[in-house]
């Protein structure tokens, strides 16, 4: 597509969400585009660590249109995810050009202009998919500079190898961090920090339960009811084999944050000190959004104030995939079609307004 001819819509990014909403796209009338920084499809799922498998089989692991292959008992791994969004790609023959990162956005004549390196491209409305792994989140913590340890994220994680017979202090109470502390203290010695004490679900709950407990509240949401969450949120952590495993060894145990690192290790409040070789941060992520930040629609808080997908600064911006603060449970495979699905029926009214106009 020419970069003087401009396409309906943009979609930046090549993981779920933008393959989701691609999907949709292809239903109606409008043209558009696929702008992704990977060199091969798969989104974020490319970097996740080796072991990463999914929370719930395949026919709860899918994004819209078609169902995951279900080729091997159990939860699918990593490699099967990544395999099945290649494979989705090519089945619906998406436009999508890669690598391409995109590095600002701005609004010129009614149409968004959107560069990556020294490509351009024009747009009637944009839908940001960027998700979060490309921005990792750790804490500030005072003598962060001087400890002379290891320190990486969880997203730099692969295996347990390189840390074989260290000492390894792994920070953070969500799924990667309980996984992670899994396989690790299999082959080290671990500490594991928490700011409250995590939050085990059930060992028969998995993430087709998670997911029908997002759908109440959206539909709650819908109908303007409030309900109170059910136990058992997003954020808690999914008792996979794995963690049951470490369950069993008794190694799943938690102590609060320290308050400083020294040059070896790091130190509580109370003076206690504790000598650790690597630091494992299963801190999150935040929203990479960075490419919208000449449209002045992001707030102190790193993110964008929506009216469900939609900007409220930017009435041609959507945002799909993020997290709860962009629909229930839209960060999941099989979450996100929703969001996707309404927000392409908000796009071509919008767009088919615009021409009627």
Not at 179 to 195: D, G, N, R, Y
Not at 259 to 277: I, M, P, S
Request: charged share 20%.
């Amino acid at each position: 597509m020419s970069a003087h001819q401009p396409v309906d819509v943009l979609i930046i990014g090549g993981g779920q969400a933008a393959l989701s909403t691609a999907y949709f796209l292809r239903r109606t009338q409008l043209s558009y585009l696929l702008l992704d920084d990977q060199l091969q499809p798969g989104g974020a799922w490319q970097h996740g660590w080796d072991s990463l498998r999914l929370f719930s089989p395949a026919t709860w692991s899918s994004i819209a249109g078609w169902q995951m292959p279900n080729s091997e008992p159990g939860y699918p791994h990593r490699d099967a995810v990544i395999d099945y969004l290649t494979r989705y790609e090519a089945r619906y023959q998406l436009p999508i050009l890669r690598p391409q990162h995109v590095d600002s956005v701005t609004r010129q004549n009614g149409l968004f202009v959107v560069q990556a390196g020294d490509r351009q491209w024009r747009c009637r409305a944009l839908v940001s998919a960027t998700g979060t792994w490309s921005k990792p989140f750790i804490p500030a913590y005072p003598g962060s500079a001087q400890f002379a340890g290891q320190q990486l994220h969880s997203a730099q994680y692969r295996n347990p190898q390189a840390f074989a017979g260290k000492r390894v202090l792994v920070v953070g109470g969500g799924n990667s961090g309980a996984q992670i502390l899994a396989e690790v203290s299999k082959v080290a010695e671990t500490l594991w920090i928490t700011p409250e004490p995590p939050a085990f679900l059930p060992d028969e709950v998995d993430g087709r339960v998670l997911f029908k407990r997002a759908t109440e509240r959206w539909k709650a949401q819908q109908e303007g009811r409030v309900i109170e969450q059910p136990v058992g949120g997003l954020g808690d952590i999914v008792m996979v084999e794995p963690v049951r495993e470490a369950r069993e060894r008794g190694v799943l145990v938690t102590e609060r944050p320290f308050q400083r690192f020294t040059a070896n290790g790091v130190e509580w409040a109370d003076g206690r000190r504790e000598a650790v070789d690597v630091v494992i941060w299963c801190t999150g992520f935040r929203p990479a959004l960075d490419h919208l930040q000449d449209l002045g629609v992001l707030e102190a808080d790193g993110r964008i104030a929506v009216a469900g997908t939609r900007a409220c600064k930017q009435p041609g911006l959507w945002l799909v995939g993020y997290g709860e603060w962009t629909g229930a449970a839209s960060a999941t495979l099989i979450g996100v079609t929703r969001t996707a699905r309404s927000t392409v029926s908000e796009i071509t009214a919008a767009l088919q307004g615009d021409t009627d106009q």
